[in-house]
């Protein structure tokens, strides 16, 4: 079997069709500087070598056939019958051992034995400047060893075939060959506050501001639906606050007591009403966005968190960033393929975070 995980840091974008989209902006991060949280990739050689096992692919392939996207039952059913098929097929056993050696690697470089880490999925073309799908697959965070790591990656794979995805590719006929899958695997962020920020404004396409959302811990409940974040809007230039809004933010998601997964919690009075970002944290975002700009050459919408323990800016990291898939047309009309209340729940759709708490 060809390669199937590298360290991240070693990824660069003419790496995406082996490694994905996801995976290989984050190598690209790491080459420009910018602070990730370590981790490695699994390419999509270990994704086709999964499919290969006990011709599970070509029952896939079966079950897919001639499907019909504006047939909500049929798409379902094909759906429910791909993942059943896929959660009885094993990790073929060179992919986990693969695995297992860049998870006790990280390991090494963490205080814990069985290090916390997010795995995401980093399908082929999933963060272009193209795409419109991103947001489709899967993420899991909070996993611990070899075989959680191991089974949350199936768990990405399985994402590929959501209802969602399969009617997209239907609609679109899915130009390029055949569905592929990579996964990024990274220390998790204790995050203390997580956001996301685009490097122009969202609605208008203004360079010269940054647009930031925050909400305190991790940021599922504003993907549910759950906490309305703070709102900032910076200039770029002078750090003036041009805008700042403070909501009443009254969950937050932090990790599990038990180690493994996440755990909602009610926010204590009177953190709620208070924002969650100073004037310390807002420069050093606008100052990373900036970085991360330029290393990319194109306006970046970017996923970050700052840690409980540490100072900034050394306690901030980047998590994810792609390029802002559209700006506004025409005067003050909102971005136009990914509808949305505000920055956060644009962003932290397109990276796939649902509310878990497994």
């Known amino acids: 079997m060809t390669e199937c995980a590298r360290p991240l840091a070693e990824l660069r974008a003419h790496d995406e069709d082996r ?3 996801k995976s290989t902006s984050l190598g690209e991060l790491i080459a420009g500087g910018i602070p990730v949280p370590p981790g490695f990739a ?26 019909d996207p504006d047939d909500v039952a049929a798409v ?34 963490s205080s814990k034995r069985q290090p916390p880490v997010a795995v995401r999925s980093s399908a082929r073309g999933e963060d272009s400047a193209e795409a419109t799908f991103a947001g ?10 070899t075989d959680g790591v191991c089974e949350a990656i199936r768990g990405c794979w399985i994402s590929l075939y959501s209802a969602e995805a399969i009617s997209y590719r239907a609609r679109m006929a899915a130009g390029g060959g055949p569905p592929a899958m990579g996964v990024a695997v990274q220390l998790m962020v204790d995050a203390e506050v997580s956001g996301v920020m685009f490097t122009c404004s969202p609605l208008t396409g203004d ?23 703070d709102d900032f809007l910076i200039s770029k230039v002078s750090h003036e606050i041009l805008r700042r809004t403070i909501a009443d933010k009254q969950v937050e998601y932090v990790p599990d007591p038990g180690g493994r997964g996440t755990h909602r919690v009610a926010v204590e009075e009177p953190r709620r009403t208070a924002a969650c970002l100073d004037e310390e ?15 990319f050459g194109s306006r970046q919408d970017i996923e970050w968190a700052i ?12 998590l994810q960033s792609r390029p802002v898939t559209a700006t506004a047309r025409a005067g003050s009309e909102a971005v136009a393929d990914r509808t949305g209340l505000d920055a956060m729940s644009l962003v932290l759709g397109t990276f796939g975070v649902k509310p878990r708490r497994d």
């Open 207 to 229: 360079p010269s501001v940054v647009a930031i959302n925050a909400s305190w811990g991790l940021g599922l409940g504003v993907v549910g639906g759950e906490v309305t974040p």
């Open 281 to 295: 944290g807002l420069r050093a975002l606008v100052q990373t966005a900036r970085a991360v700009e330029r290393h």
């Open 136 to 145: 489709q697959q899967e993420t899991y965070l909070w996993v611990r060893g």
């Open 42 to 67: 699994v390419s999509t050689a270990a994704f086709e070598a999964f499919l290969a096992t006990g011709s599970v692919g070509e029952r896939v392939e079966d079950a897919l056939a001639g499907i």
């Open 76 to 109: 379902a059913a094909a759906s429910a019958a791909v993942t059943l098929e896929m959660r009885r097929t094993p990790v073929p056993d060179a992919v986990a051992a693969e695995v297992g050696r860049h998870y006790a690697a990280l390991a090494a470089t």
């Open 307 to 318: 840690a409980r323990t540490g100072s900034l800016p050394e306690n901030l990291f980047v």
């Open 19 to 21: 490694f994905g989209g």
